[in-house]
């Protein structure tokens, strides 16, 4: 079993940058693909990106490709999310989860209790 827990939300102008970061407990880290998930208000969570086992492959939402890297260190049992040339349309809470990698909400087992990302124009 993994527990997760995001952090490094908060609140930036258009155009800042952010770093998200989810930390896992548990020794088990390494044999579960990460994923990066966010909702805005009113709206179904939506995929924004995934980062393989070894970290190896990735793959992004076409809303966030070019502006927003992952990442992952399998020895600090954590995850990244660097987010760059943010648009006030990224704001939503932002869940980090551990399963298979995909972009279906389905695919992952566990879930961080989310960090608030705001973009204010």
């Known amino acids: 079993q993994v527990q997760l827990v995001e952090s490094g939300g908060g609140l930036v102008q258009a155009g800042g940058s952010l770093r998200l970061s989810c930390a896992a407990s548990?020794?088990?880290?390494?044999?579960?693909?990460m994923g990066w998930f966010r909702q805005a208000p009113g709206k179904e969570r939506e995929f924004v990106v995934a980062?393989?086992?070894?970290?190896?492959?990735?793959r992004y939402a076409d809303s966030v490709k070019g502006r927003f890297t992952i990442s992952r260190d399998n020895a600090k049992n954590a995850v990244y999310l660097q987010m760059n040339s943010l648009k006030p349309e990224d704001t939503a809470v932002y869940y980090c989860?551990?399963?298979?990698?995909?972009?279906?909400?389905?695919?992952?087992?566990?879930w961080g209790p989310g960090t608030q990302v705001t973009v204010s124009t």
């Open positions: 989860a551990a399963g298979d990698y995909s972009g279906r909400y389905s695919a992952y087992d566990y």
């Open positions: 548990g020794r088990t880290f390494s044999s579960y693909a």
């Open positions: 980062i393989s086992r070894s970290g190896g492959m990735t």
